[in-house]
């Protein structure tokens, strides 16, 4: 079994900073690109920033240039700083990985996502 959480959520005051983390566990041989996506009431769940298993980075417009995602490959987590938040970045935040695990000596490939985390922009 492998297992997604984020955290870091919270309300914060618009130009503010939040900083989230998605650590995974289980038993994980290898995690592969990571997503951070964000579903904001009444709006489709959208691609914030990915990263790949080298650390190639991408990014919405949206979030150019405020958002930063990184990894710690030791630690299983990956990171979104996010700074000079505005209200339009409110959204519950998801993280989706692609991870290789084993099960027995069986190794796998497959999507997880994490349960999700509130970022809340607001004076």
């Known amino acids: 079994q492998v297992h997604l959480v984020e955290s870091g959520g919270g309300l914060v005051q618009p130009g503010g900073s939040l900083r989230l983390s998605c650590a995974a566990s289980?038993?994980?041989?290898?995690?592969?690109?990571v997503g951070w996506y964000r579903q904001a009431p009444g709006k489709e769940r959208e691609l914030v920033a990915h990263?790949?298993?080298?650390?190639?980075?991408n990014y919405a417009d949206s979030v150019k240039g405020r958002f930063t995602i990184s990894r710690d490959n030791a630690k299983n987590t990956v990171y979104l700083q996010m700074g000079s938040l505005k209200p339009e970045d409110t959204a519950v935040y998801y993280c989706?990985?692609?991870?290789?695990?084993?099960?027995?000596?069986?190794?796998?490939?497959?999507?997880?996502w994490g349960q999700g985390t509130q970022v809340t922009v607001s004076s």
């Open positions: 289980g038993s994980i041989v290898s995690i592969n690109g």
């Open positions: 989706n990985a692609g991870v290789t695990a084993v099960t027995g000596d069986i190794a796998y490939e497959r999507d997880y």
């Open positions: 990263i790949t298993s080298g650390g190639s980075t």
